[in-house]
């Protein structure tokens, strides 16, 4: 079993549809990383968050350390929010991250 | 300010040759990864420095792969000889000490024949 389990694998939305993208880890965790990556591009972290919420303008992460869970939300999705989003959890004890496989989102116009 | 910086992007190689990437990272980050990722993966760890110092290499293949951080800012992971399997990206991403943000370059694709 993953430590890291994305739901779901793949999503395709309309543009102006609200999406969330579901993480659950089986680990105990310091933080928790949202990752970016666009086909053929590198990485970007989005957030990085050990509790409660955080919001970086339509892009929205929530985290339950108890339910070991996180969520990404994009509010009015755009054509350009079409990339692989990946979970990556950071261990407790130590530096190192966990990735998800990733959920691959596709926002058509 | 700029990224991490990558080179080359892409590489195309038979079996059995070598290959060597390079990264610079964010100016004053103490740590530098190195990691592999296949297509439809998540990234895994080779490597990780802390300044000059390799302080977590136990997922790498040290059979074929080696890195150094001479001087504790650029870094080069080399692999020899490639095989056919080593085909993936390699991504380099920079940290601030003690910091939990992650900056990542954009990749070098190998692509071994």
């Known amino acids: 079993k993953n430590e890291v389990e994305q739901s779901p694998q793949n999503l395709t939305a309309q543009e102006g549809e609200f999406i969330t993208i579901n993480c659950s880890y089986s680990?105990?965790?310091?933080?928790l990383h949202w990752l970016q990556q666009h086909p053929g591009g590198g990485i970007v972290s989005l957030f990085m968050l050990s509790s409660g919420k955080k919001k970086h303008g339509r892009l929205i992460a929530t985290i339950n350390i108890q339910e070991k869970h996180s969520s990404l939300h994009i509010t009015a999705s755009h054509p350009r929010d079409s990339a692989v989003y990946i979970c990556?959890?950071?261990?407790?004890?130590?530096?190192?991250?966990?990735f998800g496989k990733g959920t691959l989102l596709t926002v058509n116009p | 300010e700029a990224g991490v910086v990558q080179s080359p992007r892409y590489k195309i190689i038979e079996k059995k040759q070598p290959v060597a990437f390079w990264c610079n990272p964010i100016s004053g980050h103490n740590t530098l990864y190195w990691y592999l990722q296949n297509l439809g993966q998540g990234p895994e760890l080779l490597i990780r420095y802390e300044n000059e110092e390799a302080v977590d290499d136990s997922q790498l293949p040290k059979d074929r792969f080696s890195a150094e951080r001479l001087k504790g800012v650029d870094s080069t992971l080399k692999i020899q000889p490639a095989e056919l399997g080593d085909s993936a990206v390699y991504l380099c991403?920079?940290?601030?000490?003690?910091?939990?943000?992650?900056?990542f370059g954009e990749g070098s694709r190998l692509t071994v024949l």
């Open positions: 991403a920079s940290s601030p000490w003690r910091s939990g943000e992650l900056f």
């Open positions: 990556a959890p950071k261990g407790g004890s130590n530096y190192k991250l966990t």
């Open positions: 680990v105990g965790i310091s933080a």
